[in-house]
């Protein structure tokens, strides 16, 4: 089946400090990722949409000077949150599909931002 | 504005009892997923849909794109049933963009 792992599932890192996760879609080929925000007691927000042979899109709010995206090939993607301070903790999930319209989501990497 | 209106925002349910949750659309949407998140934060996927009704177990759930809604029932409810549940719409646009519902908090009570 269709599966997606992300890692590392929890992270801390200090004010000021940038943290990289990853995204790992195995059992299909991830021709789009998608990168989501849940931030404490919200529901999640897109922060951009990668889809193979096209450009980054980033939803407003959101910059790729911030959130840095890698899609190298049909099973990988990663993002940096760079220069990270308290606003930008939270739940952060991605969101992966292939030739059917269904997004698959990882568990998600928790970031605690002291 | 809110694409996805999702509702109750919490519910509380006797073991054994039913609801029903709901999402409303001000905008076309393809295709709708209905989630469960876990004490831990990880999304459970329930049901994907692109028209019609999904059953699986206690849970069904059903997607009207011209009525522009969608439902998730929940029947016996069981204690493990609690969490917080999430629609996820994909807006028609070709783009394959989702829009989350705020969530509706759900406490299953012995």
């Known amino acids: 089946g269709a599966l997606v792992y992300q890692y590392p599932r929890r992270t801390i890192c200090k004010s000021g400090t940038s943290m990289r996760m990853e995204c790992q879609a195995v059992?299909?080929?991830?021709?789009?990722v998608a990168w989501y925000r849940q931030s404490p007691q919200k529901t999640f927000e897109l922060i951009a949409l990668?889809?193979?042979?096209?450009?980054?899109?980033?939803e407003q709010n959101f910059t790729q000077e911030k959130f840095p995206i890698s899609h190298p090939n049909l099973s990988f993607s990663s993002m940096t949150v760079l220069n990270a301070y308290l606003e930008d903790r939270g739940l952060y999930l991605c969101?992966?599909?292939?030739?059917?319209?269904?997004?698959?989501f990882g568990p998600g990497t928790r970031l605690t931002v002291l | 504005g809110d694409q996805v209106e999702q509702s109750p925002s919490a519910l509380s349910l006797h073991e054994g009892t039913g609801s029903a949750l709901r999402c409303n659309f001000t905008t076309t949407m393809r295709a709708v997923q209905w989630f469960q998140q876990n004490s831990r934060g990880s999304l459970i996927n329930l049901f994907y849909l692109a028209s019609g009704t999904k059953e699986n177990g206690r849970l069904k759930s059903t997607f009207n794109s011209k009525e522009s809604y969608s439902t998730l029932h929940i029947r016996d409810a069981q204690l493990e049933d609690s969490g917080t549940y999430f629609c996820a719409a994909e807006i028609n646009t070709g783009n394959y963009k989702y829009v989350f519902g705020a969530g509706t908090r759900l406490k299953v009570i012995a």
């Open positions: 059992g299909f080929q991830a021709t789009s």
């Open positions: 990668s889809t193979v042979n096209s450009a980054i899109k980033y």
């Open positions: 969101g992966a599909r292939g030739g059917t319209y269904e997004q698959y």
